[in-house]
Every structure is written in structure tokens, then in C-alpha cells.
Nanobody, 127 residues
Framework: QVQVVESGGGSVQAGGSLRLSCLVSGFTYRSYCMGWFRQAPGKEREAVAREEILGGSLYYADSVKGRFTISQDNAKGMQYLKMNSLKPEDTALYSC????????????????????WGPGAQVTVSS
């Protein structure tokens, strides 16, 4: 059974930094997709960042580009989302999700393409 667990959320003042961690276990395949999403109260879930398995391309939402960075520790099965220069509008429940890649080897760009989700980590940024 696939399990996804996030950690590292918290509260920080605007301009501060946080690092979220995501641990995925249970996949029988060596390669799987991981994506980061967030949902603020009253808003739709937003894709934040992901790394493609093929080629390692990185995707970031325009709202976080230049401030958020994905990194991985493959030996530990961990992926990290480092968030710098946080803004109050970054306040949301951040979730890590995992899935097998699509038929063409690419990772799903949207939330509905992911099959396994963590419970989420709350990030609160105060002004």
C-alpha cells in the first residue's frame, strides 16, 4: 500500500523560509511521480511544483517561481520543497502526492492525475 507523509509545515513571518518534506513508500516501481499542491481556504487546489522523471525538468507555478525549490534524496525516498521569501498569500494546506507516470512517461500536471496523497502540512505566513 502506498503511503505519503508530509512534514515541516508551520508558522512564519513574511519573508521567512520553511522546508517541507515528503516521504513516499509502497510503490513497487522504482520510478514514480511526486507533486506538490496547496489549497487555501475558499480557494481551489493549486499545483505548486513537480519534477519530471524523464529529463528531470522542474515545474513551478508562476506564483512561487524563483522562491520555491524542489530537491530530492533518492536514497531516502524523500522530496523536499524549500520555500523562501514567503508571503501571506502562500498560506495554505500543502500536500504531497504520488502516482505512476502517464503512458508517455510524463508526470501528471494536475491533482486529478495523482493517486496517493498525504494528509497535508499547514503553512501559515503572517504579515
Amino acid at each position: 500500500q502506498v503511503q505519503v507523509v508530509e512534514s515541516g509545515g508551520g508558522s512564519v513571518q513574511a519573508g521567512g523560509s520553511l522546508r517541507l518534506s515528503c516521504l513516499v513508500s509502497g510503490f513497487t516501481y522504482r520510478s514514480y511521480c511526486m507533486g506538490w499542491f496547496r489549497q487555501a481556504p475558499g480557494k481551489e487546489r493549486e499545483a505548486v511544483a513537480r519534477e519530471e522523471i524523464l529529463g528531470g525538468s522542474l515545474y513551478y507555478a508562476d506564483s512561487v517561481k524563483g522562491r520555491f525549490t524542489i530537491s530530492q534524496d533518492n536514497a531516502k525516498g524523500m522530496q523536499y520543497l524549500k520555500m523562501n521569501s514567503l508571503k501571506p498569500e502562500d498560506t495554505a494546506l500543502y500536500s504531497c502526492a504520488a502516482s505512476l507516470p502517464r503512458y508517455d512517461g510524463s508526470c501528471p500536471p494536475f491533482a486529478d492525475g495523482y493517486t496517493s496523497w498525504g494528509p497535508g502540512a499547514q503553512v501559515t505566513v503572517s504579515s
